[in-house]
């Protein structure tokens, strides 16, 4: 998402990092990022009403799992959705599932704090699929949500091969994936052609 | 419509009784029910900072100063009196107020008399209501629970409350919950009253450039307040002024 930001160029994003303080995606975008610690006041301020004050960036918030509920409570609470529509700012809600049933409840918990944020669940083919079982399938079906986004299952190399520090989405995509191995270019490339294609199709919705 | 006193007081000092103080106030002035405020904490006068145009600095140990609030009920053209007693001072203020007549009056119906009594997480602050129960039969008595400023582990749990609690038979009950400790320290700074800081607005009215997350801390924990002091029947009355002149027995808080 963030390498997609970053191709309208560095300054037109800002990327909040609650992965306090190591900021692991922050280390990808070190010029457009803070590593904050969300569990404080100073950080909670630092991200809404930076986003308020500065609407001229797109913005990347990255949630730790363990401040996924506190964030929307905070969220819905000062009435973050209706501050941004009224500064004309877009909310997409990218919510990754995990395997396990309470991540399908959590999604809809969240979904309904975030009434007028687009809400997407994104699943990972590498962690299976939840919505096999019966139970998860039902409450997914009661999340409101724009579309879905799909993950294809990328090999062990090629995860290897993003994880390096210097590895960007951007750079690869520039260069026509030029110096990275054929097979791993090939799949990285239709990694990312899976996942846009979605994201594509459900902005022309 | 009867004049009313609320009387907001605590034995112990730092369980934030001027912010419930505060908090009425700006309830009032958001249903636009016009009050007057005086203020105890003599000389410094903690609430007169905030609300400098309604809130007079007395010394109620002062008969004179008796006299500015007490004698003034009648004749003053705005009939709801909101008077911050001072730190450790509520038993005192009491023991004057019994001694020179004005429980009774409240009592007999020349006007409406409510005490607010702040209480935090100490056992001492429990004690304190066993020693003004004395004083509050037949008038609205209202224990706030004051997490506000919630820094300390409660000494006591919810069965010693409700124990406590149990033996007060016209006691009612609110909770003034926990507010973001950033939040109220630029409130604070700011010497502005808690609905001012949730508009953005400086003290003289100007536009100000407080934070969005703490304005919206305050704006809910506003509202969360509203609902407490809502459920009061001294509140729904004040609130349907053609209900408030009935007979004072009605109220669930005057049942004593």
Redesign the interface.
Known sequence: MTDLLSLSGAESFRVFDTDFPNGDLAGYFPASSRVLDFSK??G??EI??TI??ETHFDYVVDLEANLLQGFFK?YS????EQ?AAEANLRVSVYFILDRKVSSVSTALTISKSCKHAEFIPVRNEAMGNILTVPQAANVYGQIRHHRDIQLPRLSVNALNYLDQPDFSFANFLARNGDGVPLELKIEIWSFLETVYNQRQSGDMN | MKPLLILVGADKGGVGKTTTSRALLDFLARRNVLARAFDTENPRGTLHRFYPNIAEIIDLSRVRDQMKVLDTMQSAAVKVTVVDLKAGNLSSALDTFEKIGVLEAARSGEFDLALFHVVGPSIASLDEMGEVAKYTKGLSYIVARNFINETNFFEWDEKTFKKYFAGLSNAREIEIPKLNEMAYEQVDLAGVTFTDFIANKTPKGQDAEYSFVLRGYVRKWISDLNDEFEKLELIKSLLAPQQSSSDPSESNENNA
């Open positions: 006041t100073g909670q301020v809404f009403d308020l004050s905070i609470d000062i009435g973050f501050a």
